[in-house]
DNA sequence: TATCGGATTAACT
DNA sequence: GTTAATCCGATAT
């Protein structure tokens, strides 16, 4: 083994030590020293679901995301998610129990999906919660990558930081290739080609209120944003 | 690293 | 016609 060699293993081996933040110190085509997880090869089941939203985004923390694509499966850790609960939460779509075309969605069963789009070219990626008479769903805010190959070539970014693939709510839909087509899949069917994975790693989460819904008034304030902490991929808002 | 403006379109009024 | 649970590249610091 050459000497070259040597140092490039001692400087990875120094990152995982270190458990900083994942940073720009990373080449294109490395491996994320980061990637810890202890994945329990185990779909999750629609009881995981069936919870209150506000402990449903906390439980999602930590969780793997996955979809089965051409390219191969996309994989993430989901890393940062906010609650939306209608009827009463005026931030979220379903305020008031308004149900339209768009958010129809929202009254499912916990475990299936809504998609939304905004500022023309982003998907933004919502699971419910509860059941269908609950109006309410988990927005991913942000995920940490495990499968940088597939996701790099699927976003489009120039960006050399690995945090700008999936640090914000419509870069997640963009990893994962979603569009309004995907609303209402079932992360509990088999054959849906999308599911979530358990982690038995246990992370530091953060809490705090929610990001860009000024408009919400009194509801703006609740601390119903979630997030590992010092996880370098969380988008800082 | 922080701030700024353009992009771009479905949904709603 | 206006807005939006945003993103990205450009520019300045």
Known sequence: MNKKKQKEIQQKVDLQQEEKPITKKIKKNEANPAEEYQVVEQMLTADFYKVDVVELAQKLIGKIIARQLP???????????????????????????????????????????????????????NITAATKDDPEAVLIRAIQPLSFDIIKEIRKTKSSKLQDLSNGPGKCGGCLLLDKSHNGLNLCDKNSGMYLIDNNKQYDIGVSARINIDYAEEWKDKPWRFYIKNNSFVSKG
């Open 71 to 125: 390219q191969g499966e996309v994989r993430g850790i989901i890393v940062e998610t906010e609650a939306y609960k209608a009827p009463e939460d005026k931030a979220c779509h379903a305020y008031n129990n308004k149900k339209t075309d768009r958010t129809k969605y929202f009254w499912q069963d916990g475990g299936h999906l809504y998609v939304y789009s905004i500022y023309g070219n982003n998907y933004c990626l």
